[in-house]
């Protein structure tokens, strides 16, 4: 797999931060996905640290988006976060 470009970063950003509002807000089980997009939003635009204690506190379903954002602009993960909640999108 390979990483990618910035631009294919920024155009990921615009798809999620579009499709939020149409994604189930919460979870059978109280997972808040609004705020597992916004983590993963974050991650994308390099504003979510990684390397800190604040980022391993975060709820797990937070935390996993998180880093399935970053394994995906690694390079490390071929299916975009935004493919990942498609699922969960409202009609």
Avoid: C
């Avoid at 155009?11 to 939020?20: D, G, T, V």
């Amino acid at each position: 797999m390979t990483k990618p470009t910035q631009k294919e970063i920024d155009q990921e950003i615009k798809k999620l931060q579009k499709m939020k509002p149409k994604v189930l807000a919460y979870s059978a089980f109280g997972d808040d996905h609004h705020a597992a997009i916004d983590a993963q939003i974050e991650m994308l635009k390099g504003e979510l640290d990684d390397t800190t204690n604040e980022y391993y506190d975060l709820s797990d379903n937070i935390w996993s988006s998180a880093d399935e954002a970053r394994a995906w602009m690694d390079g490390d993960e071929s299916i975009s976060p935004s493919d990942n909640w498609k699922p969960l999108v409202r009609k």
